[in-house]
């Protein structure tokens, strides 16, 4: 399964961005996706996961009510619209796929893509 991200770039603090992650070697619905980030000295955290249909979605306390998750199995995509970006946003934005229905923050991803960057300037 390959995974890559598009979307990323420079905003202004308040802003809005639209990440998407498109999946290739296999069917999407086969899988839960997840967002994760990685700001500059940090370690990569978790943003928010989607289940194989949609549902089951959980977000970090940070990006709720700012960031919506969303997927089309149709076309093999997994979005993320990020909302009121703030300068702690900055960040490496990775997409992530786990065979199965469902995310559970124990078992981790296994699958990656490389990233794209979104910088959000105050």
């Known amino acids: ?9 420079l ?7 639209r990440l998407s992650c498109a999946v290739s070697g296999g069917t999407a619905s086969n899988y839960a996706m997840g ?3 990685q700001a500059p000295g940090k370690e990569r955290e978790f943003v928010a996961a989607i289940g194989w249909s949609g549902g089951s ?10 960031f919506t998750i969303s997927r089309d ?11 009121s970006l703030k300068p702690e946003d900055t960040a ?3 997409c992530a796929a786990k065979w199965g229905r469902y995310y559970y923050p124990q078992d981790g991803m296994d699958y990656w893509g490389k990233g794209t960057l979104v ?4």
């Not at 905003?11 to 961005?17: E, I």
């Not at 199995?73 to 909302?83: K, T």
């Open 35 to 37: 967002w994760f980030r």
């Open 119 to 122: 910088t959000v300037s105050s």
């Open 57 to 66: 979605i959980s977000y970090a306390e940070p990006v709720k009510g700012r």
């Open 1 to 9: 399964v390959q995974l890559v991200e598009s979307g990323g770039g």
């Open 92 to 94: 490496v934005y990775y």
């Open 11 to 17: 905003v202004q603090a308040g802003g809005s961005l």
């Open 73 to 83: 199995n149709a076309n093999n995509r997994v979005s993320l619209q990020m909302n």
